[in-house]
């Protein structure tokens, strides 16, 4: 039974305002956390700060993202739809800013311990790779570009489902013992993946009972 | 004539809801939804307490045990001439995971820690075993004042006053038997007092309680000390209240707080880094900029004082944290195999 007789839909001014909030807030609180950290108002050790939230942030962005084409399936509204690329792009803003935090005030642009740490670190390794993916992501993430690639734009924007478990397995790496705060990120991140993992399945079984 | 009225729904006895279950619905449905929410919003509320936090979280400064200012001596050759890291960053940064793995965590949830009844066994390889109370934990040794570098494990360092008395006087005090090789350590085993016990989600999933060792040499090294107090009065919780190690040309894991329990032994004891990661962990733990953690240099280090984010605090690390008087007791061990 239809929830509602039509589905919800937004005027153009209440799209545009719901972006300004999102602008507002996401470029609001990275600038807060810069401002607060240079006049030493993030604590002991604002580095430390600064690193955690750019870096978690980037993932609940990145889950949001993930989250929101199950949201518009289930919703009665596909409206959720128009604010992915947005989000999408926050993500990898702000795991740009958790990398270049890492190397001017964490390892403050000593660039021969910059270079040994990316190449000689498995889990700043598994973090890079990350990085560049999302980095591929952004770059192509223009409408005008999504229309010229056709069929390839879209395979190449699901390695977003490689980024997510790279991603949290560099959170769940940097951490000294396994039990903290990434485990609920696992959870969630499958919470919100299987509704995909069970069409995933679903065909891999379609097509093993094809050939046979 | 009107039908007799049935019920459609029966309801027994054991189906009526518990009353102080019924009474307190409105909390124990709140309770749940802030479990939910607060595991994922607990690293922000951190950062932007201003955002998040209302007064339920506000310190509970009557139930706060007050800190006791200590009498001691400053002898000179412990006054060192570098920065001292503020109190306040000194009793707000800490890793004590029995108290949760953030680094604010201690400092929260130790406030109501109750430590006035605290007993400090020492026995193992010892002719005269002894048990220090409370009160002689602050009193049967004179206190002396040492300003320490304290380097971590995870490359930033702090510069703290430390109080206490050395680690060798205790020893001597119990008369190690001949056959007596290590020390062994161990923190408050009492998950009521200490939700990381209680919890692996709060206290990181490592063993408890928490264990450290020294060989006797390290442990009656005049440097090694049992400190009960910083900046001037007593140890706060998140600081290891009542009575902790410090042992300054270690990486801090080695520096056990809270501690009820010193054991000379004829073995090498187990220790609880060690026993979660090997690899990463070593017995010595001794500082060393030569060798690597395995997934972060420790060649340099920050430097925790004041100044935010433009502060370059970034410094090299030097072999023993600096504490050169402490080569001999390694001569001839390869330490990057005894790391």
Request: hydrophobic residues 40%; positive net charge; charged residues 20%.
């Amino acid at each position: 039974m239809p929830l509602l007789k039509k589905p919800v839909r937004l005027s153009l001014w209440q799209r545009r305002g719901t972006k300004a909030v999102i602008h507002i807030m996401a470029i609001g609180y990275l600038a807060w956390l810069f401002l607060a950290g240079l006049s030493d108002k993030l604590g002991p050790d604002p580095v430390e700060v600064l690193i955690n939230e750019t870096g978690t942030w980037a993932i609940h962005f990145l889950l949001l993202t993930l989250s929101l084409s199950p949201m518009a399936k289930n919703l009665p509204s596909a409206e959720p739809m128009q604010f992915r690329r947005l989000i999408g792009v926050y993500t990898f803003v702000y795991a740009l800013a958790h990398l270049l935090t890492y190397i001017a005030f964490e390892l403050q642009f000593d660039m021969a311990l910059v270079a040994s740490e990316i190449i000689s670190r498995p889990y700043i390794v598994v973090g890079m790779t990350a990085l560049l993916l999302l980095f591929i992501l952004t770059a192509t993430s223009f409408k005008t570009l999504q229309r010229k690639m056709g069929r390839n734009w879209q395979r190449l924007h699901n390695t977003i489902y490689i980024i997510l478990p790279l991603a949290l397995l560099h959170f769940s790496w940097s951490q000294k013992t396994f039990w903290q705060e990434p485990v609920w990120y696992w959870l969630l991140g499958l919470l919100i993946m299987s509704p995909r993992i069970k069409k995933w399945a679903n065909k891999v079984r379609a097509n093993r009972s094809g050939s046979a | 004539m009107a039908k007799p009225f049935k019920p459609s729904v029966h309801l027994k006895d054991n189906d009526v809801t518990d009353e102080s279950v019924y009474v307190n619905r409105r909390t124990l449905l709140k309770s749940l939804g802030f479990v939910g929410a607060s595991t994922l919003l607990a690293k922000s509320a951190g950062a932007a307490g201003w955002f998040w936090e209302d007064d339920v979280d506000a310190p509970k400064s009557e139930l706060k045990p007050q800190l006791k200012p200590l009498k001691f001596t400053q002898p000179s050759q412990f006054q060192i001439n570098e920065t001292r890291t503020p109190e306040d960053k000194v009793t707000t940064y800490n890793n004590f995971y029995e108290f949760g793995t953030g680094k604010d965590d201690p400092a929260k949830n130790a406030t109501e820690f109750q430590t006035n009844s605290w007993t400090l066994k020492v026995d193992g390889l010892v002719k005269k075993p002894f048990v220090l109370d409370y009160e002689s934990l602050t009193s049967r040794f004179p206190l002396e004042e040492r300003i320490y570098r304290l380097r971590c494990v995870e490359a930033w360092s702090m510069v703290v006053p430390w109080i206490g008395f050395e680690l060798a006087a205790l020893i001597k005090q119990a008369e190690p038997l001949m056959s007596a090789k290590y020390v062994a350590f161990e923190t408050l085993y009492d998950p009521e007092q200490m939700p990381g016990q209680r919890s692996r989600f709060v206290g990181g999933g490592i063993e408890y309680p928490y264990v450290e060792g020294l060989r006797l040499d390290e442990a009656m090294h005049p440097l090694t000390l049992m400190s009960v107090g910083l900046y001037g009065k007593t140890l706060p919780a998140q600081n290891g209240a009542p009575i902790r190690l410090v042992v300054p040309w270690k990486y801090g894991f080695k520096s056990i707080k809270s501690i009820v329990r010193i054991r000379l032994t004829d073995k090498q004891p187990p220790t609880t880094w060690n026993r979660l990661a090997s690899n990463e962990y070593g017995f010595y733990a001794n500082v060393n900029p030569q060798v690597a953690h395995p997934r972060w240099s420790q060649a340099s280090e920050r430097r925790i004082t004041t100044g935010g984010l433009l502060a370059r605090n970034r410094i090299d690390t030097q072999m023993f944290n600096g504490y050169q008087e402490v080569a001999p007791l390694y001569s001839g061990m390869d330490l990057s195999r005894y790391y």
